[in-house]
């Protein structure tokens, strides 16, 4: 005969081949693992009944709100409302800057005040310089404003 033969009902003999008798034990962890997901739902339900008790015991004791303050109640919340859309509503600021910032338009009608973009006037500055206003009166302004007036060189005499 050729060495010994393994049948299916009895355990592989081979001498090489062995684990360490001292590594983790898997039952323990096993039962670790099925306590520890027990704790788990057993602390759900926990909760889930101590909220319903709650709920319920609140129930009782809250009086009920009557007819007239649901119908005086406001249908939406009061103001600041949030944004539905802040991307939009920043893109719709940032166009209506920019249209003030760099296109033409009227500030004041009835008295010829225009608004400029921004590159105009600065092209505009550059080329005439700052301009020069009129000195005001002393006693068409405040107190303050008169002294820091008579102060500044172009409006003494």
């Known amino acids: 005969m050729e060495g010994p033969v393994n049948y299916p009902n009895e355990p592989e003999s081979n001498p090489t081949v062995a684990h360490e008798e001292t590594d983790a034990d898997t039952r323990a962890i096993t039962q670790f693992g099925i306590a520890r997901a027990l704790v788990l739902v057993l602390s759900q339900l926990g909760l889930w009944w101590l909220f319903n008790s709650f709920t319920r015991r609140e129930s009782k004791l809250s ?6 303050v649901r119908a005086q109640a406001p249908t939406e919340p009061p103001e600041p409302k949030l944004q539905a859309n802040p991307q939009s509503d920043m893109r719709m600021m940032r166009e209506k800057e920019d249209t003030v910032l760099n296109h033409y338009g009227w500030v004041d009608p009835n008295h010829g005040v225009v608004r400029i973009p ?3 006037a600065l092209d505009l500055v550059a080329e005439r310089g700052l301009p020069q206003f009129k000195a005001t009166e002393p006693g068409a302004v405040g107190a303050k404003s008169a002294k820091v007036a008579a102060t500044r060189p172009e409006t003494r005499k």
């Open 118 to 120: 921004v590159d105009r």
């Open 63 to 68: 009086p009920p709100v009557s007819v007239l």
